[in-house]
């Protein structure tokens, strides 16, 4: 059975780099056709993809994103990885991981893990 789960720190400081990791069991992050994906939901906000890394480790992000987020992995612990800079309170959110066969579908999720931006 494929599981994602997401850890990290609930609460961040503006200014600083949120940090999650998604360690995934029952799937192989290498395994060829899968995109990893992180999103996100603000509150009282629709869900946002910020961006994916694929399974030859090419990384894709949201334009609106981009200059912020980097995504990586570590085959060798099986997980892949989120890094938001210069957070604002706006990046407030409840941050999931995600295994699709594109970008855009996903078929198994990480239990969402809530995130507050706050000083």
């Known amino acids: 059975q494929v599981q994602l789960q997401p850890s990290g720190p609930g609460l961040v400081k503006p200014s600083q780099t949120l940090s999650l990791a998604c360690t995934v069991s029952?799937?192989?992050?290498?395994?060829?056709?899968?995109?990893w994906s992180w999103l996100r939901q603000p509150p009282g906000k629709g869900l946002e993809w910020m961006g994916a890394i694929g399974s030859g480790g090419a990384t894709y992000y949201t334009p609106t994103l981009k200059s912020r987020t980097s995504i990586s992995r570590d085959t060798s612990t099986n997980q892949f990885s989120l890094q938001l800079s210069s957070v604002t309170p706006e990046d407030t959110a409840v941050y999931y991981c995600?295994?699709?066969?594109?970008?855009?579908?996903?078929?198994?999720w990480g239990q969402g893990i809530q995130v507050a931006v706050s000083s």
């Open positions: 995600a295994r699709g066969r594109d970008l855009y579908n996903y078929d198994f």
């Open positions: 029952g799937s192989s992050i290498t395994t060829t056709i899968y995109y």
